[in-house]
């Protein structure tokens, strides 16, 4: 399984910008689909994006045309930018990867996970 470390995560107002790092180390090569999920308080985890390993990539509606997942396989690195951040995005954000097919928003399918980052967005 793969280690993953996420980071970026920080408080900003509305219409701000953040760019969310996950780094991956141990068995996992990180040109293998990766995602994004977040957990807002009192909801569950849901699936933001995805990347898999032919580079083609996938968006929750929610966040379609304001985030953007991308890769850095040299640095075992995966990137999501997020532009145009409204109060609704606040949540954790976590890193997932070891995808075992199926949905890609499945959180079940998933069985290597970061800590999470916070994100903060203020009206």
């Known amino acids: 399984e793969a280690q993953l470390v996420e980071s970026g995560g920080s408080s900003v107002q509305t219409g701000g910008s953040l760019r969310l790092s996950c780094t991956a180390s141990?068995?996992?090569?990180?040109?293998?689909?990766m995602a994004w999920f977040r957990r807002a308080p009192g909801q569950d985890r849901e699936g933001v994006a995805y990347v898999d390993s032919a580079g083609n990539v996938f968006y929750a509606d929610s966040v379609k045309g304001r985030f953007a997942i991308s890769r850095e396989d040299a640095k075992s690195t995966v990137y999501l930018q997020m532009n145009n951040l409204k109060p609704e995005d606040t949540a954790m954000y976590y890193c997932a990867a070891d995808f075992k097919g199926g949905r890609w928003t499945d959180e079940m399918r998933y069985t290597s996970w970061g800590q999470g980052t916070q994100v903060t967005v203020s009206s």
């Open positions: 141990g068995d996992t090569p990180i040109y293998y689909s």
